[in-house]
C-alpha cells in the first residue's frame, strides 16, 4: 500500500508546467540599460546599506536585507498606505535608521529608479543564490492561477521578461512565477493587504482568474529560508504602519535584539489583530448606552447602518489609517470586514443592519435607559465647584442658565458619595492622620471666610471684626487673644460659628450652630445683609 502523495500547491502546480530555467541576462552587456539616473536605490542608499554606514544599523549578523516587492492582482491601494507609514515609516527602514535593524534594500516596481532588466538584477542573484545577502518577498494583490491564463498564451499580472522561453527566447515573466521560484529561499514571505492574505476582491463570487492568497498558492507546507510560514498582515488597504511595524518586528528578531513576534494561527500579528475593532472604537460608549445613527454623519455608534466592528479583528480605530489619524469610525465610516479572510463575500450587502446584532442593540437600549439618566444625574454634579454649591451660584457670564440642581439630586448624591467612599481607609475619621496629611494643613475651612477678610463686604460688622481678631491673635496660630479656637472657625467642623447673638452657640437669629454647610449658609445671608 503506498502512501497518499500530498497535493501540490498551486505554486507548484505552475512550476512544473513551466520547468527550470536557466539563462539570465548578460548584465555586463546591458550596462546601465534601464537606469536612467545610472544608479540604483542601492547604489543611492549605498553609504547607509554597507559596513561604512550607519554602524548602530549593523549591529548583529545581519548588514542588509533586500525586500522584493510584488504586485499582483492589485489596486496599488497598499503600496499607497506603506508609503504613508509613520511609526516607523518605509524612509527610516531604507536609511537604516534604527539601531538594531538592518537597512532594508527595497526592490519595488513604483518606487525604485531602476527598470526593464536592471531592476531584475537582484532579482537574477537572489534566483541564482549569488545575492550576498537575505531576502524577503512580498505579495501586495491576489495570486492567480496562471496556469488557466497560459492555455491561451496570455497571463494575469506579470514583471519583466526573461529569457526563459524556448531556445532562451525572452518571455514575460508572471508575478506568480517569481514568487514560487523566489519563495522557498526568502528569509520570510509576506503578504500586505486582503487580496494578497485571503484572496480579497479578485477572489471574490464570480472570480474567473483563480484569484487566491499568497498561503493558497504556496500552500500549508510552505515555510520560509528561516523556518517561517507565510506572514499576513490583512486590511483593504491595510493600515500602513501595520505592515511597517510588523517587518521592523521580524527584522529586530532576524537581528537578535527582539523576541520572536507573536503571530495568531492564521500568521496575522497577533498584538494587531487579536481584538475586534468594536473594542477600542472611539463609538464604544454610544453602542454601550443604546444610542445609535440613524444615518451616515451621525456621531453615535453605527452598528445600524451596517457596522460589522464588534466581530471584526482589526486595530484602525485605535492606530488611525496614517499618522495616527483617520481610519473608519474614527472619520465616519462603517466597518464592512475589510480585514477579515471571508471579506468581502460574507459581509455582502454592506451597510445593512446585521440581525445578528438586534439582540445587542436591543439589550443595550434597556441597559442604556437607566445608565444613561444616572451618569447624566452625575455629569451635571460633577460640572460644578465645590464653591458654587455653598454659594448657590455659578458665576458663569455664559448665556445659557445654569439650573442649581433640585433638593433630590442634591439627596441622591450626598447617598451616592457616602456610598462611593465607604471603603475608604479614612472612612468616619477627620484625623489627618488617617490620610497621612499634617493635622494644620487639613483643617476644614469655612467657605465664608473669604468674605470676612479685612476690607472685604461685610467685614466691618462688629461680629467679623471680632472674628478678624481673634484669627489674628499674639501667637499668630490662627487662635484668639484668649488662646481658645475663635468663634466661628471650628477646627473640627463641627463647633457653632458663634456669630453675634446670645453667646451661647446660636446666631443672629438664634439659630443653633451646628458648623454645617446650611449654618454658614445663614450666617453669610446675615451678614452680607448688615
Ligand atoms: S461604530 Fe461599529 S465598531 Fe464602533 S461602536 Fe458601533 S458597532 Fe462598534
Ligand atoms: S474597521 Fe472594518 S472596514 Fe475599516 S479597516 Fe478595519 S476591518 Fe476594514
Not at 178 to 185: F, K, M, N, Q
Not at 499 to 516: L, S
Request: proline fraction near 8%; aromatic fraction near 8%; charged fraction near 20%.
Amino acid at each position: 500500500m503506498t502512501a497518499a502523495m500530498p497535493e501540490k500547491s498551486p505554486a507548484q502546480r505552475l512550476l512544473d508546467h513551466l520547468g527550470p530555467v536557466e539563462g539570465y541576462h548578460d548584465h555586463e552587456a546591458i550596462g546601465d540599460f534601464g537606469m536612467p539616473t545610472r544608479r540604483s536605490l542601492e547604489d543611492m542608499l549605498g553609504p547607509n546599506t554597507t559596513e561604512t554606514g550607519f554602524a548602530h544599523a549593523h549591529l548583529g549578523p545581519l548588514k542588509k536585507v533586500h525586500a522584493f516587492w510584488f504586485a499582483g492582482m492589485s489596486c496599488d491601494g497598499c503600496t499607497v498606505s506603506v508609503t504613508g507609514a509613520t511609526t516607523p515609516s518605509v524612509e527610516s527602514l531604507l536609511l537604516g535608521a534604527h539601531p538594531g535593524i538592518p537597512p532594508v534594500v527595497l526592490h519595488h516596481p513604483v518606487v525604485n529608479m531602476e527598470s526593464g532588466p536592471a531592476y531584475l538584477r537582484a532579482h537574477e542573484q537572489a534566483l541564482r543564490g549569488e545575492l550576498e545577502d537575505p531576502y524577503v518577498i512580498i505579495l501586495e494583490g491576489s495570486a492567480t492561477e496562471e496556469t488557466l491564463a497560459t492555455e491561451t498564451g496570455g497571463y494575469w499580472t506579470a514583471q519583466g521578461e526573461q529569457p526563459w522561453g524556448p531556445g532562451g527566447e525572452k518571455r514575460t515573466v508572471t508575478v506568480e512565477e517569481w514568487v514560487a521560484r523566489l519563495a522557498p529561499g526568502a528569509a520570510a514571505a509576506i503578504a500586505i493587504g486582503t487580496c494578497a492574505t485571503w484572496g480579497g476582491i479578485p477572489s471574490a463570487d464570480g472570480n474567473v482568474t483563480g484569484a487566491m492568497s499568497l498561503m493558497d498558492f504556496l500552500g500549508k507546507d510552505y515555510r520560509s529560508a528561516f523556518g517561517l510560514p507565510v506572514v499576513n498582515v490583512p486590511g483593504c488597504a491595510p493600515v500602513g504602519d501595520n505592515f511597517t511595524e510588523t517587518v521592523a518586528a521580524i527584522l529586530y528578531f532576524l537581528q537578535g535584539f527582539g523576541p520572536l513576534p507573536e503571530f495568531d494561527e492564521l500568521g496575522r500579528p497577533a498584538w494587531l489583530f487579536g481584538e475586534t475593532v468594536h473594542r477600542h472604537c472611539v463609538r464604544g460608549a454610544y453602542y454601550e448606552e443604546g444610542t445609535y445613527a440613524e444615518e451616515f454623519g451621525d456621531p453615535e455608534c453605527l452598528v445600524e447602518v451596517g457596522c460589522w466592528g464588534p466581530v471584526v479583528n482589526c486595530n484602525i480605530t485605535s492606530r488611525g489609517a496614517i499618522n495616527h489619524v483617520g481610519g473608519c469610525m474614527n472619520a465616519g465610516g462603517a466597518c464592512i470586514g475589510c480585514t477579515m479572510p471571508g471579506f468581502p463575500d460574507k459581509f455582502t450587502p454592506f451597510y445593512k443592519t446585521p440581525p445578528g446584532s438586534m439582540a445587542s442593540t436591543s439589550a443595550s437600549r434597556l441597559l442604556g435607559s437607566v445608565i444613561k439618566p444616572l451618569r447624566q444625574l452625575t455629569n451635571d454634579h460633577l460640572n460644578r465647584e465645590v464653591r458654587w454649591d455653598l454659594h448657590h451660584e455659578v458665576p458663569s457670564g455664559w448665556a445659557r442658565h445654569e439650573p442649581e440642581p433640585r433638593a433630590w439630586q442634591n439627596v441622591t448624591h450626598k447617598f451616592y458619595d457616602s456610598l462611593r467612599r465607604s471603603n475608604d481607609r479614612g472612612n468616619g475619621k477627620t484625623e489627618a492622620a488617617a490620610w497621612g496629611k499634617r493635622a494644620e494643613l487639613s483643617r476644614r475651612r469655612d467657605p465664608t471666610v473669604e468674605r470676612h477678610l479685612p476690607g472685604a463686604e461685610g467685614a466691618e460688622s462688629p461680629g467679623v471684626a471680632a472674628e478678624l481678631a481673634g484669627r489674628e491673635g499674639p501667637e499668630g496660630n490662627g487662635r484668639a487673644p484668649n488662646g481658645r479656637a475663635p468663634a466661628g472657625r471650628a477646627p473640627t467642623g463641627r463647633e457653632p460659628t458663634g456669630r453675634p447673638g446670645d453667646g451661647n452657640g446660636r446666631d443672629a437669629r438664634g439659630h443653633a450652630g451646628d458648623g454645617g454647610p446650611r449654618q454658614r449658609r445663614r450666617t453669610l445671608r446675615a451678614h452680607t445683609r448688615r
